[in-house]
C-alpha cells in the first residue's frame, strides 16, 4: 500500500503537557477551595513568542456545554524553571472561590496560545451535604439529656433537705420524749416520796412509885411500834 504523509508545520507553543491536582479533602458549602493548573513547557521547541491565556471551565451532568467560569490575567501566575534543564518551565495558575451546591462538578483549566487550545484534566469537585436533621436530632437529644440531668439535680438535692429535716424532727422528738420520761419518772419519785410514812418506834416507861418500883410486878413496860408503808398517787387504804 502507498500513502501520502500529510504534516502541518507552524508555530510551536513548546507546551509539553498541563496537569491538575485533584482534592484530597472533602468539600462542604461555604468551604473555600483552591483549584491549581500547572503548564510544563519547554523553550527550546518553541517557535512562538505569544503568551498563552488560562481559561477555567466547569463541566456538570446536567448541561450539554461546559460554561466558562473565569479567565487568568498576565501576572496572575507563578512560574519557575527546573532546576536539571534551564529551557523547562512550569508555571502554576491557582482559581479560588467559596463552592456552593450549585458549584459541584469538574472543573478544566484550558491554556489558548499560538492558535492552539490545550486542556488539563479536570478536577472534579464534590460537595457534601450537611444532614442537619442529623445535626438537629443530635442538638434535641443533648437538650433532653441536659433537661434531664438537672431534674435528677434537683430530686437529690430534695431528697437529701427531706432527710436532713426527717433527721432533724426525729432527733427533737427522741429529745422531747426523753426529756418527759425523765420528768415523769422524776413526779413519780416525788409522788412516792410524798406518799411515805415512816414511824420508828418509841418505847416509854411509866413512871410509878418507889414502892411499886420494888416490885417487878409491877413495873409496865410500854412499847409502841411503828410501820411504813407507801401508798400509791390516787389511792387509798382503809
Not at 411509866?206 to 412499847?223: F, H, L, V
Amino acid at each position: 500500500m502507498k500513502g501520502t504523509f500529510l504534516r502541518v508545520k507552524g508555530p510551536d507553543p513548546g507546551i509539553t503537557g498541563v496537569t491538575q491536582d485533584s482534592l484530597s479533602n472533602p468539600v462542604h458549602p461555604g468551604d473555600p477551595v483552591t483549584l491549581q493548573c500547572s503548564v510544563l513547557s519547554n523553550s527550546e521547541n518553541r517557535t512562538c513568542t505569544e503568551d498563552h491565556s488560562v481559561y477555567w471551565y466547569r463541566a456538570k451532568p446536567d448541561e450539554s456545554h461546559p460554561s466558562l467560569i473565569y479567565i487568568h490575567g498576565n501576572n496572575s501566575y507563578d512560574c519557575e524553571r527546573s532546576p536539571e534543564a534551564a529551557s523547562q518551565q512550569k508555571c502554576v495558575y491557582s482559581f479560588s472561590r467559596n463552592v456552593s451546591l450549585s458549584d459541584t462538578g469538574t472543573y478544566y483549566c484550558a491554556v489558548a496560545t499560538c492558535g492552539e487550545i490545550l486542556f488539563g484534566n479536570g478536577t472534579k469537585l464534590d460537595i457534601e451535604v450537611v444532614q442537619h436533621w442529623n445535626l438537629q436530632k443530635t442538638n434535641t437529644i443533648v437538650f433532653l439529656l441536659c433537661v434531664a440531668l438537672s431534674i435528677s439535680l434537683v430530686v437529690i438535692a430534695f431528697l437529701i433537705y427531706t432527710i436532713k429535716e426527717k433527721n432533724k424532727t426525729s432527733a427533737a422528738a427522741s429529745l422531747q420524749t426523753n426529756t418527759e420520761t425523765t420528768r415523769t419518772e422524776q413526779q413519780i419519785q416525788q409522788r412516792h416520796e410524798d406518799s411515805l410514812t415512816y414511824a420508828a418506834p418509841t418505847l416509854t416507861r411509866r413512871n410509878t412509885r418507889k414502892a411499886e418500883r420494888r416490885n417487878a410486878r409491877a413495873t409496865e413496860t410500854i412499847c409502841i411500834y411503828s410501820d411504813v408503808r407507801a401508798f400509791e398517787y390516787g389511792k387509798s387504804d382503809a
